[in-house]
């Protein structure tokens, strides 16, 4: 029996966007599949694979005499393409270096990226892989990361992505299976918010992104959207002021998977479907980026999706702040005053300071309707984040040492690592006009940006995620193709599923 799984079955069926992704699929056998036109082979450092030295010995050592020429010794993350080898059906075949035969989950997906940046050939469309030798988990993290590697947002492109199918022998299907499905949920989630991550401003407003929210009702999410009218009557004044600017004006996407009995972990999202920076207009290049400002919001809906998908047993709640920070006779004007839900007033030094002031109304409404447990937000912030800590290390700001202990640990594992920043500088808040002012009037930007969400926490144990610069790549690396990556979704999750463990 040949046990398909295909990635169209676990995507979101949320209409435009899941057209978008591409679809490899999986099949996991006993043995290694001779109707392919690639052959996959690992190698560690210390000795040759059974499927190896078969081989070898069919090509009439060709495959080992590549090797040495190319100085392939097995080291992790290296390849060798030997092309229409002798005595094979198969058009060609990759040794892939293993290094040692102890790899991590993060070593694994990020092989398996490299595998898929290694078979991206179009002629290349049948794939053999030879894994006996792994584990169930194993083997079903190298799927994993062959998945997240040749995801394609194509949307707009001529010429579409085009399917490949892998056999991979693996020496216990069904737990291969198994472990593959739970990652294959990620995935969906994972891709969801590449895809709206990716998606161009006009297509994705904040009305668009609470439509696709509210696809996950079909899941057992319940998705709550609330209007600019309904926000200005509880007093949300800092969320609505940031879309005024703009046609549709801001929401309030609720997203909510309860699985478990528990009081409810919030994840806050920052929802900026694009930030032209408003009167304090943004003139760098890098405003082309800018669509990419509602990664935070993306990484928490996809979260919710991904744990929604496996049914997994904990309650989650996602709370989006969702606005185009636009220029327009209603704009907010620098030197406005506002008062947020929470009762703090906020005069506007800079415009382009809006992430924080969707924040802070979105916690104090997860706070006020859901009592969490914990809190936790995550948001493309500033810039100064970027300049510290570039576009793979996250940052992380918090009063509670265990929870950047489990988030870092967490991060750790799935390849999306954080680095701890402190708090502070909280005289440079001070306002004469108001009780806070939106951005320091000094000190680095990504602290004093923090420290404004931490006066918004209430007694909640809070942690920030600043992920400026981590969502949308230049180039492609690893497990992350270009464009949006998805950031923080395996992070979430991860910590979600195994924070329990650890308390
Ligand atoms: N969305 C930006 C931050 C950003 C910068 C994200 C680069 C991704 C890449 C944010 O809204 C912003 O403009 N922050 C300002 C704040 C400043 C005015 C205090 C910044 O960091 O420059
Ligand atoms: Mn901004
Ligand atoms: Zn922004």
Same mark, same amino acid.
């Given at each position: 029996?040949?046990?398909?799984?295909?990635?169209?079955?676990?995507?979101?069926?949320?209409?435009?966007?899941? %057209?978008?992704?591409?679809?490899?699929?999986?099949?996991?056998?006993?043995?290694?599949?001779?109707? %392919?036109?690639?052959?996959?082979?690992?190698?560690?450092?210390?000795?040759?694979?059974?499927?190896?030295?078969?081989?070898?010995?069919?090509?009439?050592?060709?495959? +080992?005499?590549?090797?040495?020429?190319?100085?392939?010794?097995?080291?992790?993350?290296?390849?060798?393409?030997?092309?229409?080898?002798?005595?094979?059906?198969?058009?060609?075949?990759?040794?892939?270096?293993?290094?040692?035969?102890?790899?991590?989950?993060?070593?694994?997906?990020?092989?398996?990226?490299?595998?898929?940046?290694?078979?991206?050939?179009?002629?290349?469309?049948?794939?053999?892989?030879?894994?006996?030798?792994?584990?169930?988990?194993?083997?079903?993290?190298?799927?994993?990361?062959?998945?997240?590697?040749?995801?394609?947002?194509?949307?707009?492109?001529?010429?579409?992505?085009?399917?490949?199918?892998?056999?991979? +022998?693996?020496?216990?299907?069904?737990?291969?299976?198994?472990?593959?499905?739970?990652?294959?949920?990620?995935?969906?989630?994972?891709?969801?918010?590449?895809?709206?991550?990716?998606?161009?401003?006009?297509?994705?407003?904040?009305?668009?992104?609470?439509?696709?929210?509210?696809?996950?009702?079909?899941?057992?999410?319940?998705?709550?959207?609330?209007?600019?009218?309904?926000?200005?009557?509880?007093?949300?004044?800092?969320?609505?002021?940031?879309?005024?600017?703009?046609?549709?004006?801001?929401?309030?996407?609720?997203?909510?998977?309860?699985?478990?009995?528990?009081?409810?972990?919030?994840?806050?999202?920052?929802?900026?479907?694009?930030?032209?920076?408003?009167?304090?207009?943004?003139?760098?290049?890098?405003?082309?980026?800018?669509?990419?400002?509602?990664?935070?919001?993306?990484?928490?809906?996809?979260?919710?999706?991904?744990?929604?998908?496996?049914?997994?047993?904990?309650?989650?709640?996602?709370?989006?702040?969702?606005?185009?920070?636009?220029?327009?006779?209603?704009?907010?004007?620098?030197?406005?005053?506002?008062?947020?839900?929470?009762?703090?007033?906020?005069?506007?030094?800079?415009?382009?300071?809006?992430?924080?002031?969707?924040?802070?109304?979105?916690?104090?409404?997860?706070?006020?309707?859901?009592?969490?447990?914990?809190?936790?937000?995550?948001?493309?912030?500033?810039?100064?984040?970027?300049?510290?800590?570039?576009?793979?290390?996250?940052?992380?700001? +918090?009063?509670?040492?265990?929870?950047?202990?489990?988030?870092?640990?967490?991060?750790? +594992?799935?390849?999306?690592?954080?680095?701890?920043?402190?708090?502070?500088?909280?005289?440079?808040?001070?306002?004469?006009?108001?009780?806070?002012?939106?951005?320091?009037?000094?000190?680095?930007?990504?602290?004093?940006?923090?420290?404004?969400?931490?006066?918004?926490?209430?007694?909640?144990?809070?942690?920030?995620?600043?992920?400026?610069?981590?969502?949308?790549? %230049?180039?492609?690396?690893?497990?992350?193709?270009?464009?949006?990556?998805?950031?923080?979704?395996?992070?979430?999750?991860?910590?979600?599923?195994?924070?329990?463990?650890?308390?």
């Amino acid at each position: 029996m040949t046990l398909k799984l295909s990635r169209l079955a676990v995507l979101t069926s949320a209409l435009f966007l899941s %057209a978008t992704s591409n679809a490899d699929t999986f099949s996991f056998e006993n043995k290694i599949s001779s109707n %392919a036109d690639t052959l996959v082979l690992f190698q560690s450092d210390t000795h040759k694979s059974a499927a190896m030295t078969s081989y070898d010995k069919k090509t009439q050592g060709q495959l +080992s005499k590549a090797a040495s020429v190319n100085e392939f010794t097995g080291a992790y993350n290296s390849f060798v393409e030997i092309l229409a080898p002798t005595n094979l059906d198969y058009d060609r075949v990759l040794l892939v270096g293993l290094g040692s035969e102890t790899l991590s989950q993060a070593q694994l997906t990020q092989l398996g990226g490299n595998i898929s940046a290694n078979l991206s050939k179009k002629q290349i469309q049948n794939i053999a892989l030879s894994g006996q030798s792994f584990n169930a988990e194993q083997a079903a993290q190298l799927a994993h990361g062959i998945n997240l590697r040749a995801y394609q947002f194509d949307k707009y492109k001529q010429e579409k992505y085009q399917e490949k199918s892998y056999s991979f +022998s693996v020496s216990n299907k069904k737990d291969v299976v198994k472990h593959y499905q739970q990652l294959a949920d990620i995935q969906s989630g994972i891709f969801l918010a590449r895809d709206l991550t990716n998606e161009v401003p006009t297509e994705l407003t904040p009305v668009d992104f609470a439509n696709q929210a509210k696809a996950l009702e079909k899941l057992g999410v319940t998705v709550t959207v609330l209007e600019p009218n309904e926000l200005k009557k509880l007093g949300m004044n800092a969320l609505e002021a940031v879309g005024r600017g703009s046609d549709q004006g801001s929401r309030l996407v609720v997203a909510h998977y309860q699985g478990s009995d528990d009081a409810p972990v919030a994840i806050i999202g920052k929802g900026i479907t694009f930030d032209s920076g408003g009167y304090n207009i943004k003139t760098h290049e890098s405003i082309v980026r800018m669509k990419s400002d509602m990664a935070g919001a993306a990484a928490a809906l996809g979260t919710v999706q991904a744990l929604a998908k496996m049914k997994a047993n904990v309650n989650v709640v996602a709370v989006m702040g969702m606005a185009a920070n636009m220029v327009s006779e209603s704009s907010v004007a620098p030197g406005d005053v506002l008062t947020t839900a929470e009762g703090l007033s906020v005069e506007i030094t800079n415009t382009d300071a809006e992430g924080r002031l969707v924040l802070i109304d979105a916690m104090w409404y997860a706070r006020e309707k859901f009592k969490p447990s914990v809190l936790v937000d995550i948001a493309t912030l500033t810039g100064g984040k970027y300049r510290a800590l570039g576009t793979e290390l996250g940052g992380i700001f +918090s009063t509670d040492d265990k929870l950047v202990k489990q988030l870092t640990y967490a991060g750790k +594992s799935v390849n999306e690592p954080l680095w701890h920043l402190p708090l502070g500088y909280e005289d440079m808040l001070k306002s004469s006009i108001a009780d806070l002012r939106n951005t320091g009037s000094g000190g680095p930007s990504a602290t004093t940006a923090a420290t404004f969400l931490q006066h918004f926490t209430g007694d909640t144990p809070w942690a920030h995620i600043d992920m400026a610069g981590n969502a949308l790549n %230049a180039s492609a690396k690893n497990e992350y193709p270009v464009g949006g990556t998805g950031y923080g979704v395996r992070l979430l999750t991860e910590w979600l599923l195994t924070r329990d463990n650890s308390k």
